[in-house]
């Protein structure tokens, strides 16, 4: 058994910027532009795993075994979820229905401002409580792309908006990871994070319309903005606070959406906003078909029904697929689980990370059925025999759609193995010491630690997990309550979640914007430290200061 050494170069302050390398050389690689996002993930896999054995002492056969471990995880679930959600989209292409749903949702407003807040938003939002894990991202972008939208705005929007929501993603999933590691209540955790985000549920929708057409395209649309966040926020808080924590983000969304567009029924803009690109610099505007000359046809009913099929069968599966009772059904039939011999309890946690040391274990549970991508599937097979394609015709779109997203899944694969390799390695939890060490400013940097968490993994529940007991020991210590901290990781995460690789490659996959993800982490991230600071700023607030200090919970 190998145990993780957190200070191997006896100085915090090298160790952290040893352990920062490899994220640090992914982010400015895909920033940089000049090398493709799947060769920039294999680089950074190589340089974490020279740094793990070289620097950390781990032995070189762990560092394989957990990157390999990572590779498959890549895949099942992330890459498969991608892979059906974009072939999904691309059946609804070939039939037409896309193009009638385009019309559809112009139909509810032309106006591109509000077609983001009712997509972007409340939409993702309803895809990310019902299974989260990048499915509001793949989903929405598609629909922004075949909405007219350029593929920066398509992409980096749909970042932006897939952050409030992210805390109670997948039915409450990050709540469960929080409360498995810190022993906490899920239902006290479930309510501080709904004493947090809601603020940005209130910002966030302003943010997105300012980010996409500036400070007076925003100000022109505040009615329509604050109506989609009120009843956004407003849900989120009286149901995490109230009810529980696992329906927060689907009461919500359905709440929101079906708010704005009653209030679309009433109220326009003056002046519609058409265009399709940032009003800041949009280089993606090249990549865009010439507008079609063709007058526009309003769909019929029935027609719109049709086009929303899809869809529909999706929003179901995806809600039966994210029960609990769903997964207890079949998890215990359809599972394979297989045991990393040789990494499997090899790898030992110790104080101060854990209270008490701890093993890893490494197991990988193929959950094939249960898989939220198998949803997707189904659902996609079930819209083919609606639409009567034939068996040959779905299996040779099928194999188009894995040839399409071969270097996407190459990427996603090889960033889940860094995640992988540094939680392994004690990589992740040398940076958490760093924040850990910042005494009364801990509450502001232990929300960024949530940030940082969500970035090298792309999973608020995977940062919970691997920061949760840091949370609450940290927190004890300096007489902050965990229940505070602990939910300050999630929250803090939230923005994580615009920034870390496999997002950013997911979301330039369902745009089809390929090898530009550098230009996507550059025009989203400086959004996502500014949010993240709101977020610490908050924290630092209920931490400290009266009156916040009332919205605490104690334990």
Not at 58 to 83: D, K, N
Not at 290 to 317: D, F, G, N, Q
Not at 411 to 426: K, Q
Request: charged share 10%; proline share 6%; net charge positive.
């Amino acid at each position: 058994m190998w145990s993780q050494v957190y200070n191997p170069l006896n100085s915090m302050v090298l160790s952290t910027i040893a352990a920062a390398i490899p994220v640090v050389l992914l982010l400015v690689m895909i920033a940089s532009g000049k090398i493709k996002a799947h060769l920039a993930a294999i680089t950074a896999l190589v340089v974490a795993i020279l740094i793990s054995v070289v620097v950390f002492t781990m032995p070189a056969g762990l560092a394989i075994r957990a990157s390999i471990l990572g590779v498959v995880t890549g895949l099942f679930p992330i890459g498969w979820i991608v892979l059906n959600v974009i072939f999904l989209y691309r059946l609804t292409v070939a039939t037409g229905r896309f193009k009638i749903l385009e019309q559809a949702i112009g139909g509810v407003t032309p106006d591109r401002r509000l077609q983001l807040l009712l997509i972007a938003f409340s939409f993702g939002a309803f895809f990310e409580g019902a299974s989260g894990f990048g499915t509001p991202v793949a989903v929405t972008g598609a629909i922004l792309i075949g909405l007219g939208f350029s593929p920066l705005a398509a992409s980096g929007l749909s970042l932006i908006a897939n952050t409030a929501p992210v805390a109670y993603g997948a039915l409450g999933t990050p709540i469960v990871g929080l409360a498995s590691v810190t022993g906490l209540d899920p239902y006290l955790l479930g309510a501080m994070v709904g004493r947090q985000l809601p603020f940005f549920s209130l910002i966030v929708p302003f943010w997105v319309v300012w980010a996409f057409a500036g400070w007076r395209g925003m100000l022109a649309v505040w009615p329509a903005i604050l109506v989609c966040a009120l009843s956004f926020a407003i849900p989120q808080f009286v149901i995490s606070n109230f009810i529980n924590p696992w329906i927060v983000d689907i009461g919500a969304s359905l709440i929101s959406m079906a708010a704005l567009i009653l209030f679309l029924r009433v109220w326009q803009p003056k002046k519609l906003w058409l265009s399709p690109a940032l009003r800041s610099k949009d280089e993606s505007m090249g990549t865009l078909p010439p507008p079609s000359t063709e007058p526009a046809v309003k769909p019929s009913r029935r027609e719109v029904w049709s086009a929303l099929l899809p869809w529909m069968i999706v929003c179901v599966l995806l809600l039966v697929w994210g029960s609990g009772w769903f997964k207890n059904l079949v998890n215990p039939i359809f599972t394979w689980n297989y045991t990393v011999e040789g990494l499997h309890k090899m790898v030992q946690k110790v104080p101060p990370v854990v209270a008490q040391p701890a093993t890893e274990s490494a197991i990988f549970s193929f959950t094939y059925l249960s898989y939220t991508g198998t949803a997707m599937l189904i659902a996609a097979l079930i819209y083919g025999a609606v639409i009567r394609f034939s068996p040959w015709r779905l299996i040779q779109e099928y194999g188009r759609t894995i040839w399409l997203l071969r270097a996407s899944l190459a990427t996603i694969s090889a960033m889940l193995a860094i995640g992988t390799l540094t939680r392994f390695s004690g990589l992740d939890a040398t940076l958490g010491l760093a924040f850990a060490a910042t005494g009364v400013l801990y509450p502001f940097f232990g929300t960024l630690l949530g940030w940082l968490g969500v970035a090298l993994t792309g999973s608020d529940t995977a940062s919970n997990v691997l920061f949760g007991g840091l949370q609450k020991i940290t927190s004890e210590q300096l007489g902050l309550s965990p229940i505070l901290m602990g939910a300050a990781n999630s929250s803090g995460g939230v923005m994580g979640k615009m920034i870390d690789a496999q997002s950013i490659v997911v979301a330039s996959t369902a745009t089809g914007w390929y090898g530009h993800e550098g230009t996507i982490l550059r025009f989203v991230f400086w959004h996502s430290i500014v949010l993240a600071c709101l977020v610490g700023c908050l924290v630092m607030l209920q931490a400290y200061v009266h009156p916040f200090t009332l919205m605490v919970i104690h334990p």
